[in-house]
């Protein structure tokens, strides 16, 4: 038998452990809440198959949708074009002539750049990553030292050093199917890319004027968003192709963030852009509501 203060005492030990079992599981669980993406995903009904949003400086997931599948991402190819030929230090000032070599032989695109036409490479690095011009990128990896085949060679070897395992190049352009990433992998690239102030500011200039053949063109970023007063991108690339549908990735500041957007084979014409106002409005709730879920 156990007297009433043996009995008391045992049933204050009880309360003790209890509250300090709680409290570890509260610890747990705060834990889990600030390591775990933003609350809510599943109010986040976006249209693109493949879709990742990324805190720049800490690399946390905010959001994520398919984003280990390697599928194919048209001209966002072309932010690996310009790293390969910004890597390997070719003279910018250097004249290159459109070649016949240069059409898609592959989808059989349009192009404004006409064969015997003559652009300097930093010419010709700006219409492929403000316009996506695929002649201009087609023209960058057939003048690299070794050619089309040593260009394509480079942009894999600069893949697999930046750990995009998922990732494989056969162009230049993004024209062929065969260029295939993931969206995690595409987040490594473009903090690769961001590291170039050219890259920076030739995929995020609204508009610029050449001299084509003898002609003065104006030509347009393929992403609107840059003309919007309401977005502050860094960095941008759009993409199409049948295969790889309408693709957009960016980094952009948003609710004081450096963020890296990816959204891959989005389905309609304007889907990619429509999917990215819903992740800024998405985010925009977040913070009104606060860590908890609470107004804040």
């Not at 990553?129 to 695929?134: A, G, H, I, K, Y």
């Not at 500011?201 to 084509?212: E, P, Q």
Request: glycine share 8%.
């Amino acid at each position: 038998m156990h007297t009433k203060e043996e009995r008391q005492l045992h049933h204050l030990e009880k309360i003790v452990a209890f509250a300090a079992l709680a409290a570890v599981l509260a610890l747990g669980v705060g834990f889990a809440q600030a390591k775990s993406p933003v609350k809510d995903n599943e109010q986040l009904l976006l249209r693109s198959s493949v879709a990742l949003v990324q805190d720049a400086a800490s690399g946390q997931t905010l959001y994520a949708k398919n984003q280990d599948a390697p599928v194919p991402i048209a001209s966002i190819t072309k932010l690996m074009t310009a790293l390969v030929i910004l890597e390997r230090k070719l003279d910018p000032r250097r004249r290159v002539v459109i070649s016949d070599e240069d059409y898609d032989a592959v989808k059989g695109t349009n192009s404004r750049l006409p064969a015997g036409s003559v652009f300097t490479r930093d010419q010709l690095m700006l219409l492929a990553l403000m316009s996506s011009e695929n002649r201009a990128a087609a023209a960058l990896g057939r003048t690299f030292p070794g050619g089309t085949p040593g260009f394509v060679a480079a942009m894999n070897e600069k893949a697999r050093a930046l750990g995009m395992s998922e990732s494989r190049f056969v162009d230049a352009s993004g024209l062929s199917p065969g260029n295939v990433s993931s969206a995690r992998d595409l987040a490594r690239l473009l903090e690769a890319a961001h590291r170039y102030p050219v890259i920076r500011d030739y995929s995020t200039r609204k508009s610029a004027k050449l001299n084509v053949s003898g002609r003065e063109q104006g030509f347009r970023n393929t992403n609107g968003l840059v003309r919007s007063v309401n977005w502050d991108i860094g960095l941008s690339k759009t993409g199409y192709t049948s295969e790889a549908g309408r693709c957009l990735v960016m980094r952009v500041r948003m609710q004081s963030r450096e963020l890296i957007v990816v959204l891959l084979d989005s389905w309609g014409k304007h889907s990619r852009i429509g999917d990215a106002n819903r992740i800024r409005k998405w985010l925009e709730t977040h913070a009104a509501r606060g860590p908890a879920g609470r107004p804040g």
